[in-house]
DNA sequence: GTCTATAGCGGGATAGAC
DNA sequence: GTCTATCCCGCTATAGAC
């Protein structure tokens, strides 16, 4: 493969990236990505064989790189309190890059959970790594700074809190009838609800 | 019409209720509901001209009982914090009856904003109950039970906490290994950690 | 590596017999 | 009101020329 191929794949591949997570166009068809990315709808089928496969691997990267940014904080060895802020940062600057990744990511899950259930299911040692960020969540409960309540709740709400506004927005724009700076202003200010709405000790 | 004709249109309507909500098919086929209904697929169409037609029905019919239960509580002169524990009940309770709506609203008003608008844009005098009861939050706050912050958070918070967890239920199910015992477990505990969530005084 | 042409299928919808 | 037969379209995918 020569320089002038690997770029017309890749043009492809940023173009169905930018359909799928950008622009919410997830039932874009083989030919809406061909007139986007300006070529021929065959190109596509030479390059990743079928429409299905580049989907797949669109969703997978986007999936893996989330997932890795956040485990890499996750695991990291700061406080528990800025580990928090961390996460926040991390998962919002990604979805402001991906803002329909989290719809994608449910609406995949929901068509056919079976398929994608390596990317989500723990990895090796993972469940261990997962047990380290729950027996921090506990300590964090002991010392009172957090209510009490089972850690998988806490998690929960955690992401409950983070990824909701995003898969909800279509509906927050009509309801409250914002246009977009309103909806990202929103947003920015939610980096210090959710802080807010975690800990106990409220203020911030 | 007689009695028959209804029966088999009831049949077909619920059947599609069904297959959406319940057992979140949400792509489900013209031939994939006349089957589950065991019925002639021309007969779908006899009775509401189209597919899209069919499904238009079953969304704002959910979505309009919902939202109708939801406004009845959030309205109603209970106080704040019993306010809240019905509110949950209510969408628990039609959330445990249609467990992909949640996911279907979604999907829907990310697919196609524009289309179900008047579900969501408020109604005529809706707007001030919206602010009445956005007025009671403020309220709550200065009384101290609730953390600062505009009622929009509080309210984001308040639906974030409820809904995430449906609609992300297949990536929780891989992500901790649940099955449907254990899922539906954390979600009845989940009604005390969403109240212990929203309010400062963190008993229950 | 890129194009044109075409095959093939799955799905929605309708006509018309019963 | 219910069925069979058929039409039509959009989309994926591939063969084959350049």
New interface residues.
């Given amino acids: 493969m020569g320089v002038k191929d690997s770029k017309t794949e890749q043009l492809i591949k940023d173009t169905a990236k930018r359909l799928f997570l950008t622009e919410?166009r997830?039932?874009a068809t083989t030919q809406d990505i061909a007139d986007a990315a300006g070529v021929n709808r065959t190109l596509l089928h030479y390059y990743f064989r079928s429409r299905d496969v580049l989907f797949d691997l669109v969703f997978k990267e986007a999936l893996r790189e989330l997932r890795e940014r956040i485990q890499s904080v996750m695991l990291s060895t700061a406080p528990f309190r800025e580990k928090i802020e961390n996460l926040i940062n991390v998962f919002f600057e990604e979805l402001i890059k991906s803002p329909?990744l989290e719809?994608f990511?449910?609406?995949q899950?929901?068509?056919d959970?079976g398929k994608y259930?390596e990317l989500?299911?723990?990895l090796p040692g993972g469940e261990q790594k997962m047990k380290i960020f729950f027996k921090e969540i506990q300590a964090e409960m002991d010392k009172g700074t957090i209510?009490?309540?089972?850690p998988?709740?806490f998690f929960?709400?955690f992401?409950?809190?983070m990824?909701?506004?995003f898969?909800?927005?279509?509906?927050?724009?009509?309801?409250?009838?914002l246009n977009d700076a309103a909806f990202k202003k929103?947003v920015r200010?939610?980096k210090k609800?959710i802080l807010?709405?975690?800990f106990?000790n409220?203020e911030v």
């Fill in positions: 919410g997830m039932l329909y719809t990511i449910v609406l899950m929901n068509q959970p259930e989500f299911r723990t209510p009490e309540m089972k998988i709740h929960m709400n992401f409950s809190l990824a909701y506004p898969v909800a927005r279509p509906i927050y724009e009509k309801m409250f009838d929103l200010e939610r609800v807010l709405s975690l106990k409220h």
